[in-house]
């Protein structure tokens, strides 16, 4: 008995021996537990996940981020995270969110081109950078209160509502059609005003007070002309005076802002009540039409209809028929064209030398304006 309790005493001192090194086992293993478990659920900056933005997405938030801007007066950062392969192609890509955040704002009306300044250097600070490896990042900040941008982002929201205007008026029209609805819907906003204290600006426009001399018609003309559909249109101009031209079947038909001049001033209507009025085929205001209409009821047939083109009422005549008229009533080129016309849009579009005779230029003297837009 005495000898058996040494052995019994050094059994029990091992069997404690094991259970705390399994026990030292166990705490490590779980303090090295919760610490990987702490690292997992707390990820670092690096190892964070990228938010990534297609175009469309970052062009939508960025056209918020300027309209925040420009209510708030305040300066508006944004960033915007993308793939790509290289810091040139990242670039290109910040330049597609600027021009799909144009395309937004325009909606259904968006054309190339048009007034976008807001997002000028001037007014931003931006740059391109590498996240990781095939992200960038896009960071642009807006100062909304640059007087710069606050003046662009007039613009563009005033271009916005002009193009959307302007198209509910030329829709379905041809190319003559949409030259001369532009033309009236322009003058229907604006004056000829040669001198200082000029109101240039497309928010101007908007207003209805767009004030300025002959290039800046010329040019507002050029640019909205474009949007409204007509494919080929230009300037010209000579020692002191800018005009503008078309194209239609290959062939240039020339127009000036001053020399048909509607009478917005007198008639005090709405856009769309000129607009209206003046684009169509009437005798009100097409004189010719009213001239060959009296004409031919009183000498060829009393019981005929009026007529709504030249054109159609012209090619009716015989040869003895159109000497007699032309006799009484055609003096000018411009005359004898309008025959032809088929529509009072048309007639309002003049061949160059049929232009020139009726405004006093001779045709070496017009020369074409390099127009970017």
Known sequence: MGRSAPVGNGLVKERNVIIMKKNIKLVLGLTLGLAVAGMVSQPTKVDAKVKLETAQQAGKRLYKAETLAYKSKKKVTRVFNY????????????GKIDRTALKIQYGKYYKDGGYRGALDDLYTKWSVKPVKKGIYAYKITINGKNAGFRKDYRNAESDRKLVAELLSFTKGQN????????????????AYYCGRHQKTTVYDLYKRQLATDCDGLAGMYAYYAKVAGVKKVGLVWDYDHMWNWIKVNGKRYYIDYQGCLIGRSEANESVKELVDEFTQNSEKHWGMLWRLNNWYIENVDANAERVTSCAKRWASLDKKQKAAFRNIYVGVKEDEYSLTCSSYAQSNFLPLKAFCESNGFTVGESKDWKYSK
Request: aromatic share 14%; charged share 30%; hydrophobic share 45%.
């Open 175 to 190: 190319q003559f059609e949409k030259a001369w609805t532009t033309m009236v819907w322009l003058q229907s906003r604006s």
């Open 83 to 94: 793939k790509a392969k290289s810091l040139g192609k990242a670039r290109r890509f910040a």
